[in-house]
């Protein structure tokens, strides 16, 4: 998995590309949570996403209990139809605000 980072008008954009799965969740594991602590607004973009397992899920999970707890917003985006396909069928998508891409996200954040 390929993980990058920008700063888009005061927004943390995190991109993940490849497979998040129990080979590769532990990279994500250790960005994501750090970044929505130290961010307020922190986009996940996943276009380049193209499988998510159980173990992948696990680590969006505490990402989104880490915005919860620090009352910041995470956006997901660019959900790939296989991937938003396991999303609905995990009923994650009642857990996130998804957009379809990161200029989406970023309007949905203001």
């Known amino acids: 998995m ?4 920008e700063s888009v008008g005061g927004v943390q ?3 993940a590309s490849g497979r998040l799965d129990s080979g590769s969740a ?3 594991e ?3 949570p ?3 602590q130290a961010h307020d607004k922190v986009v996940l973009d996943l276009a380049g996403m193209a499988y998510v397992s159980s173990a992948g899920l696990r680590v969006l999970l505490i990402g989104a209990k880490a915005a919860r707890a620090n009352g910041h917003k995470l956006v997901l ?5 296989s991937v938003r396909e396991v999303f609905d069928i995990s009923g994650f998508t009642s857990i996130f605000a998804i957009e ?10 203001g």
Do not use: K, M, N, Q
Not at 2 to 5: G, K, L, P, S, T
Not at 100 to 107: E, F, G, I, Q, R
């Open 26 to 28: 532990g990279a994500l």
């Open 77 to 81: 985006a660019g959900l790939a139809p």
């Open 2 to 5: 390929d993980i990058r980072e």
């Open 30 to 32: 250790a960005v994501l």
């Open 34 to 36: 750090a970044r929505i």
């Open 100 to 109: 379809p891409d990161v200029a989406s996200a970023l309007a949905a954040l």
């Open 13 to 15: 954009v995190v991109t």
